[in-house]
C-alpha cells in the first residue's frame, strides 16, 4: 500500500500547466507583501547548554547557518551552475517528471529580483526521449523556444499553458535561491539541526535539517549548505505521513559566484527562421511617487493613538511597511532610528506600519526588547495594498503637501539609508519652497495637482 501512495499521491514541488500558473497568479498577489511569519525561536538554555532537539526546538548553530546562507544568497548579483533532479514531481502516472537535468543563469534586475535562463531537458513519466526545453522566467512572464512550432513565445504567467515542458522548469526555481525570501521558510520552522558534512560535487558542504520533525512522519528539508561560499549545493525535499512518503532532491554543481554576466547574455535568441509570438503582461508598477498623491489612510498605534494622511498633513513623513517576521525589516531599524533622531528637529516624521501581523503582542514585545523609539502602526495591509508594496521593507516618503516624493523598497546596509534621507531632503525643499512662494500664488505638488486640501486621493 505504501509503495502505491508513492507512485499515485497527488503532491508535486511542480503543479501542471492547468494549475501552475493559478498558482503563480496567487504568488504575484503574495508579493506585494510577502508575509510568512516566523516560528517560535529557539535558543540556549539559561545555563548555557545546548537544548535537546525535539518538536519546537532550534538548534542555534543550525540557525546561524541558515541565516549566512540566507544573506549571502541576498548579497549574490549573478549564479551559473549545473543543475539535475532525479524527479522533480511527486505526481505520479503520466505527468510525473524525472532525470531533469539544466544549466542555470541567473542575474538580479534592478529590483533585487532574479531573471532565470534555463537550457536543458528531461523526460515525464514513461517517455524515452527528453523533452528539450530554453526558458527565459522573469517576475510578470516567460519567453521559451517552442521548436516544434518554430516559434519563440513570450507570455505573462496565467498565458503559459502551451509550455510543454512547463512541469519541468517549474520545478527548478528552487524558492530557497530564487525566492524574495530565500529560505524564508526553512528558518521559520520549529525544528532545526545541523547533522553532519559531506561533499557535494567535490565542495565541502555542512547539512542541515529543517521541518516539523527530524525524522519519522513530518515535512522538511535537508540542504548541503557550501563551506565555502554559503551557498547551498543540494535540496532535499521530504514528505512523510500516513498516506505520503516520498523525496524530491535537487542538487548543484559547477558553481560560479558573481562572475560577469548580463540580462542580454541570458536572454533567449531567436532561431533564425523562428517566428515571435509576444504578449506583454500587465505590470502592476509600484506607485509613481513624484506623480501621484498618498491615498487617504487612518491607522491606530497600540496606545489607541490615530495616525492618518490628514493628520500628518504640513509635515514629512517617513513610513516603514514591516513585520516582525522579517528580518531584513528588523536589521533596516538601526539605521532608520539614526534617520529618525537626524531629522527631529525638522518636524520629519517616522512610523513603522505594520503588515500580515496576528496581533499586537508580539509587535510589543520586539519594540520593547530592541528598545525601538519609532512608532508603531497596526494592521497597515490595506493601505500597503493601495500604495502597491510589492515586497517589505518598503518606505514610503510622503511630502508635506500629502503627494509621494519616494518609495524605497528592500534593505541594504548603508546605502538604503541614504536613499531614505536623500528622500526626505528632496521633500524638505518642496515644502519649503511651497511655504515661500508668494501668497495666491500656491505651487501645485509634483503630480500637477492643487495644493493639499484640494487633493483628491489617485485612482488606482
Not at 544573506?71 to 548579483?77: G, L, N
Not at 498516506?243 to 524530491?248: C, G, M, Q
Request: aromatic share 4%; with cysteine.
Amino acid at each position: 500500500m505504501k509503495s502505491l501512495l508513492r507512485v499515485s499521491a497527488v503532491v508535486s514541488l511542480v503543479l501542471v500547466a492547468g494549475t501552475c500558473y493559478a498558482q503563480e497568479a496567487n504568488d504575484q498577489d503574495r508579493a506585494k507583501i510577502d508575509a510568512r511569519p516566523a516560528g517560535p525561536a529557539g535558543g540556549l538554555q539559561g545555563n548555557g547548554a545546548q537544548p535537546e532537539i525535539g518538536k519546537g526546538m532550534q538548534d542555534a548553530d543550525a540557525k546561524a547557518l541558515l541565516e549566512k546562507s540566507r544573506d549571502a544568497i541576498m548579497k549574490a548579483k549573478t549564479l551559473q551552475f549545473d543543475l539535475s533532479a532525479p524527479q522533480i514531481g511527486l505526481m505520479g502516472g503520466d505527468r510525473s517528471p524525472k532525470n531533469v537535468k539544466a544549466k542555470m543563469q541567473m542575474i538580479r534586475n534592478d529590483t533585487g529580483q532574479w531573471l532565470i535562463r534555463m537550457v536543458g531537458n528531461g523526460m515525464v513519466a514513461k517517455e524515452t526521449t527528453p523533452t528539450e526545453f530554453d526558458v527565459f522566467w522573469e517576475r510578470q512572464a516567460i519567453t521559451w523556444v517552442d521548436n516544434q512550432a518554430k516559434t519563440v513565445y513570450t507570455r505573462p504567467f496565467g498565458q503559459a499553458r502551451q509550455l510543454k515542458s512547463l512541469q519541468m522548469i517549474n520545478g527548478l526555481r528552487m524558492p530557497v535561491l530564487t525566492g524574495d525570501r530565500p529560505l524564508g521558510e526553512e528558518l521559520g520552522q520549529s525544528v532545526m539541526k545541523i547533522v553532519g558534512q559531506e561533499d557535494i560535487g567535490g565542495v565541502a558542504c555542512d547539512v542541515v535539517i529543517a521541518g516539523t520533525s527530524l525524522e519519522g512522519q513530518g515535512n522538511r528539508k535537508k540542504i548541503w549548505i557550501a563551506k565555502s561560499d554559503s551557498i547551498p549545493r543540494r535540496i532535499d525535499n521530504i514528505i512523510d505521513s500516513k498516506l505520503i512518503n516520498a523525496s524530491v532532491t535537487l542538487e548543484i554543481t559547477n558553481l560560479k559566484l558573481d562572475e560577469s554576466l548580463d540580462r542580454a547574455a541570458i536572454e533567449v535568441k531567436t532561431p533564425e527562421g523562428y517566428a515571435v509570438d509576444k504578449t506583454e503582461p500587465v505590470v502592476n508598477r509600484p506607485v509613481q511617487l513624484t506623480k501621484m498623491a498618498v491615498p487617504d489612510f487612518d491607522l491606530t498605534q497600540p496606545d489607541g493613538t490615530k495616525v492618518s494622511k490628514q493628520s500628518l498633513a504640513g509635515s514629512v513623513a517617513v513610513i516603514q511597511f514591516w513585520g516582525t517576521w522579517s528580518n531584513p525589516s528588523k536589521r533596516s531599524h538601526a539605521e532608520l532610528m539614526q534617520l529618525a533622531e537626524q531629522y527631529k528637529d525638522k518636524g520629519v516624521k517616522f512610523y513603522l506600519a505594520a503588515v500580515r501581523e496576528k496581533d499586537a503582542e508580539g509587535i510589543n514585545a520586539y519594540v520593547k526588547e530592541n528598545n525601538v523609539t519609532i512608532p508603531v502602526l497596526l494592521e497597515a495591509d490595506t493601505f500597503a495594498e493601495k500604495v502597491d508594496v510589492q515586497s517589505v521593507p518598503t518606505v514610503l516618503v510622503m511630502g508635506a503637501d500629502g503627494g509621494n516624493v519616494k518609495m524605497v523598497m528592500n534593505y541594504l546596509k548603508d546605502t538604503t539609508a541614504k536613499e531614505i534621507g536623500e528622500a526626505i531632503e528632496t521633500a524638505l525643499k518642496e515644502a519649503a519652497e511651497k511655504k515661500s512662494a508668494p501668497e495666491g500664488e500656491a505651487k501645485p505638488d509634483a503630480s500637477g495637482a492643487a495644493p493639499a486640501g484640494d487633493q483628491k486621493p489617485a485612482d488606482k
